[in-house]
């Protein structure tokens, strides 16, 4: 079955400093990867995904993410933070053995933008 | 534009008591999905419906069971509930999306939080 490590737990970061948020997945077949928000007592929203074609891709606020297969890895990056985006952001991956459905969530990076 | 709705937002219940959870998908969504999110916790998969049938199972208790109506709503009923059944539970629906080899787009709820005590 596919699966996602997050790396940081944690990631603090000055307001309008850049950030990376570090994400490997496990699969070894094809898959889908995504990136989810969730802001404090809230549901996930969708940042952006990965299906195929383009490995850099361009998400909501400002957010992008890098698909790099030869290092499995799904790096999501902002130039310049803002303290609304102070969330917990979670990569997740569908597809492989489990199938094209159901979504396997990362633990969650929770980013702290320090004014 | 419309989106997931899930109902009741909050749920306090005791031990031992039983709750019903309620997922209302996005109109011609025929896939739904119930993820349990412990405090601290990544969001879990619990099970999956399609066309009222269940499509995928996950790590959901012998004592939870969820169904998916005619009008594609679904319920989560959950049994003799322990204090570790606290937590958010997403409903999820989808439809399919026709990019890469394809696959189903979901579109989250914002969630039920269940506290039990």
């Known amino acids: 079955a596919q699966s996602v490590t997050q790396l940081d737990s944690q990631v603090p970061v000055f307001e309008e400093a850049p950030v990376e948020l570090r994400c490997n997945y496990s699969?070894?077949?094809?898959?889908?990867l995504f990136w989810y928000v969730q802001y404090p007592n809230q549901g996930l929203q969708l940042l952006l995904k990965?299906?195929?074609?383009?490995?850099l891709v361009k998400g909501i606020n400002g957010f992008e993410a890098e698909f790099n297969k030869s290092q499995t890895s799904f790096h999501l990056r902002k130039p310049s933070v803002h303290i609304s985006d102070t969330a917990e952001y979670f990569c997740?991956?569908?597809?492989?053995?489990?199938?094209?459905?159901?979504?396997?969530f990362g633990t969650g990076t929770k980013l702290q933008v320090i004014p | 534009a419309a989106g997931v709705i899930q109902s009741p937002r909050h749920l306090i219940k005791e031990k031992r008591e039983t709750a019903t959870l309620k997922c209302y998908p996005i109109?011609?969504?025929?896939?739904v999905y119930w993820y349990q999110q412990g405090p601290g916790q990544d969001p879990q998969f619990l099970i999956s419906?399609?066309?009222?049938?269940?499509?995928d199972k996950g790590s959901i208790p012998d004592r939870f069971s969820a169904q998916q109506f005619s009008d594609y709503h679904s319920e989560l009923n959950m049994s003799s509930l322990e204090l570790g059944d606290s937590a958010l539970y997403f409903c999820?629906?989808?439809?399919?999306?026709?990019?890469?080899?394809?696959?189903?787009?979901?579109?989250f709820g914002p969630g039920t939080r269940l506290t039990v005590t």
């Open positions: 699969s070894s077949v094809s898959v889908y």
């Open positions: 419906f399609y066309e009222k049938m269940q499509s």
């Open positions: 109109p011609r969504h025929d896939t």
């Open positions: 997740a991956v569908m597809g492989g053995i489990g199938g094209y459905q159901k979504v396997t």
């Open positions: 990965y299906l195929s074609g383009s490995t």
């Open positions: 999820a629906s989808s439809f399919w999306v026709a990019g890469g080899a394809g696959y189903y787009e979901q579109y």
